[in-house]
T-cell receptor, first 114, second 109 residues
Framework: DAGVIQSPRHEVTEMGQEVTLRCKPI?????LFWYRQTMMRGLELLIY????????DSGMPEDRFSAKMPNASFSTLKIQPSEPRDSAVYFC????????????FGQGTRLTVV | KNEVEQSPQNLTAQEGEFITINCSYS?????LHWLQQHPGGGIVSLFM???GKKKHGRLIATINIQEKHSSLHITASHPRDSAVYIC???????????FGKGTKLSVKP
């Protein structure tokens, strides 16, 4: 398996634009997590899904952020409208289930909002 | 107070030294993860443990559930071990990971 695949790897956009980040989890994994990493706050959980259903979205900073998982092999994280403070590295991770299994991380998407 | 605390924040060692990074947590957990983040940014899972000790090559991870404490040890450290090591606790009832702030390790030749 190629591991967790995220796209794009880098994204530069202007404030106010819509941004969509994509993630393909490892085949057979039932849980998918979206994280954000900044220098100030470190790694933070934004949202996670189990069997394509959002379980906990309490980490989503505000209504400008939304995430979907239409099927077991694809998830998106959307920011609309984007703001400079959204600049961060966004990681997607998947695991076999949401409790006692190892988490595998994608390479991350570095988002810069100017 | 953070739910997951790591120490030290920064660590510089000479090649060959034995290294210990500590992690304390205050929440109930189902598992504790140790992650490695290289300067390029990618994150790799090193260990996941819920009791006892695990070993992989020169890396050893231990956990004491009663004391809510885990340690990551690196024996015979090497410059290629230079990275940020992150401890993450998986909440027992929820499943999401809560991260420590990380320990930046630099191993000098």
């Amino acid at each position: 398996d190629a591991g967790v695949i995220q796209s794009p790897r880098h994204e530069v956009t202007e404030m106010g634009q819509e941004v969509t980040l994509r993630c393909k989890p490892i085949s057979g994994h039932n849980s998918l997590f979206w994280y954000r990493q900044t220098m100030m706050r470190g790694l933070e959980l934004l949202i996670y899904f189990n069997n394509n259903v959002p379980i906990d979205d309490s980490g989503m900073p505000e209504d400008r952020f939304s995430a979907k998982m239409p099927n077991a092999s694809f998830s998106t994280l959307k920011i609309q409208p984007s703001e400079p403070r959204d600049s961060a590295v966004y990681f997607c991770a998947s695991s076999l289930n949401w409790l006692n299994t190892e988490a595998f991380f994608g390479q991350g998407t570095r988002l810069t909002v100017v | 107070k953070n739910e997951v605390e790591q120490s030290p924040q920064n660590l510089t060692a000479q090649e060959g030294e034995f290294i210990t990074i500590n992690c304390s947590y205050s929440v109930g957990i189902s598992a504790l993860h140790w992650l490695q983040q290289h300067p390029g940014g990618g994150i790799v899972s090193l260990f996941m443990l819920s009791s006892g000790k695990k070993k992989h090559g020169r890396l050893i991870a231990t956990i004491n559930i009663q004391e809510k404490h885990s340690s990551l040890h690196i024996t015979a450290s090497h410059p290629r071990d230079s990275a940020v090591y992150i401890c993450a606790a998986r909440r027992g009832s929820q499943g999401n990971l809560i991260f420590g702030k990380g320990t930046k390790l630099s191993v000098k030749p």
